[in-house]
């Protein structure tokens, strides 16, 4: 059966310093989204892709966020400087279609930010 | 404001049934999911509803009433396995919104 991947499974960096984190979504879905989720707390969006921009972000994404999908098979998530709070597991997911309802997960990169 | 409430958690002996109740406030709504999370797992989908109504699925059923903005989830037959965190979810435009989350522990 097909699956989301990610890597790294768990990234420990400094404050202050870049991370990219990495998802391979199901090769022929097109919406492509992150998400993250602090430690006992709930799932929260922050970004979602398509045809290669864009498509919403929440609050959470500023500027030190950025995506990007490299080639046809990568899509990336940049925290250009990274700050404790970011300290989290960080989802890809993708979908075949926007009328598709079933979000296909990966298993998360833990990121720690000491 | 945007917000989903659910119980923090339910407990439960094997074989019973438990339901595990939603409540939204979103400006958009598309449809409810219901996804399961292991602990350090990844969340997995179990149900959607976009229509009033129960849809059935195995052991699990969701229930959705847009005019009061309320869903819920009845799993039955609980097994050991099922003891997870239950999230519902929102469906607004494509990105979806998460509710609090209940931890489901299931005993012998």
């Known amino acids: 059966e097909p699956e989301v991947t990610q890597t790294p499974s768990h990234q420990v960096t400094q404050m202050g310093q870049e991370v990219i984190l990495r998802c391979v979504p199901i090769s022929n879905h097109l919406y492509f989204y992150w998400y993250r989720q602090i430690l006992g707390q709930k799932v929260e969006f922050l970004v979602s892709?398509?045809?290669?921009?864009?498509?919403?972000k929440s609050e959470i994404f500023d500027d030190q966020f950025s995506v990007e999908r490299p080639d046809g098979s990568n899509f990336t998530l940049k925290i250009r400087s990274t700050k404790l709070e970011d300290s989290a597991m960080y989802f890809c997911?993708?979908?075949?279609?926007?009328?598709?309802?079933?979000?296909?997960f990966g298993p998360g990169t833990r990121l720690t930010v000491t | 404001g945007q917000s989903l409430e659910q119980p923090s958690e339910v407990t439960a002996v094997e074989g019973a049934i438990v339901q595990i109740n939603c409540t939204y406030q979103t400006s958009g709504f598309y449809g409810l999911s219901w996804y399961q999370q292991h602990d350090g797992g990844a969340p997995t989908f179990l149900s959607y509803n976009a229509l009033d109504g129960l849809e059935e699925t195995g052991r699990f059923s969701s229930f959705l009433s847009r005019s009061d903005s309320y869903g819920y989830l009845l799993l039955q037959e609980l097994q050991m396995k099922d003891s997870a965190s239950y999230f519902c979810a929102v469906r607004d435009t494509d990105k979806l919104i998460f509710g609090t989350g209940t931890r489901l522990q299931v005993f012998p």
């Open positions: 997911a993708s979908i075949g279609s926007g009328s598709s309802h079933e979000q296909y």
């Open positions: 892709f398509y045809n290669n921009e864009i498509s919403e």
